[in-house]
């Protein structure tokens, strides 16, 4: 089993950036893939970024691929996402997941932190 916690959210100006990290407590981490996945307001549940266990294989949504890099440490047990040139419409609650195999359906996921709030202000 893995518990997770995000950290880094925060206000930012539109063309700004932040970096996300989810912290992983568990024996499994460094076998388990990670996800992010954000809701804004209203909306469902997105696919962001996710990352294989070895970081081999790594997905994008359309939206955020050239701004978004995810990356993981499996020595410190953390996931990150470095968001770049920020737009208003990148604010929403982002949330990360793990599970045995990289995927961007959020159904596939079975462990989920929290969420941190990312607001960019136009």
């Known amino acids: 089993q893995v518990q997770l916690v995000e950290s880094g959210g925060g206000l930012v100006q539109a063309g700004g950036s932040l970096r996300l990290s989810c912290a992983a407590s568990?024996?499994?981490?460094?076998?388990?893939?990670m996800g992010w996945f954000r809701q804004a307001p209203g909306k469902e549940r997105e696919f962001v970024a996710a990352i294989s266990w070895s970081g081999a294989i790594i997905y994008y949504a359309d939206s955020v691929k050239g701004r978004f890099t995810i990356s993981r440490d499996n020595a410190k047990n953390t996931a990150y996402l470095q968001m770049n040139s920020l737009k208003a419409e990148d604010t929403a609650v982002y949330y990360c997941?793990?599970?045995?195999?990289?995927?961007?359906?959020?159904?596939?996921?079975?462990?989920w932190g929290q969420g941190t709030q990312v607001t960019v202000s136009s």
């Open positions: 997941a793990a599970d045995r195999l990289v995927s961007r359906d959020p159904d596939n996921f079975d462990y």
């Open positions: 568990g024996r499994t981490f460094s076998s388990s893939a």
